[in-house]
């Protein structure tokens, strides 16, 4: 079983920073890549940004220049710094790993953290 826990969600004022944290837990040989999903409410769910074991990044562009992904392979968690937040950045940001385990490599979702900026 594998397990994403994520934290770092909250209010902040429009201009503030926040940063995110999720952690896997469980039965995994390795991380393959993790990310960062935002879905806010009547929109689709969108990638914020994602990053491989070997640091490779992805950006949403309406992310990039403000927020920062980054990964500690050894404590099997990532983060996402976020500054400069705006309104319209408002959402419930879920983790997403694949892992590499033995029997191959899957998918897992954290179950969100709720960021609110306000205006």
């Known amino acids: 079983q594998v397990q994403l826990v994520e934290s770092g969600g909250g209010l902040v004022q429009a201009g503030g920073s926040l940063r995110l944290s999720c952690t896997a837990s469980g039965s995994i040989l390795s991380i393959n890549a993790m990310g960062w999903y935002r879905q806010a409410p009547g929109k689709q769910r969108e990638l914020v940004a994602s990053i491989t074991r070997g640091g490779s990044t992805n950006y949403a562009s309406s992310v990039k220049g403000r927020f920062t992904i980054s990964i500690d392979n050894a404590k099997k968690t990532v983060y996402l710094q976020m500054s400069s937040l705006g309104p319209e950045d408002t959402a419930v940001y879920y983790c997403?790993?694949?892992?590499?385990?033995?029997?191959?490599?899957?998918?897992?979702r954290g179950r969100g953290t709720q960021v609110t900026v306000s205006s």
């Open positions: 997403n790993a694949n892992v590499q385990r033995a029997t191959g490599s899957y998918d897992y």
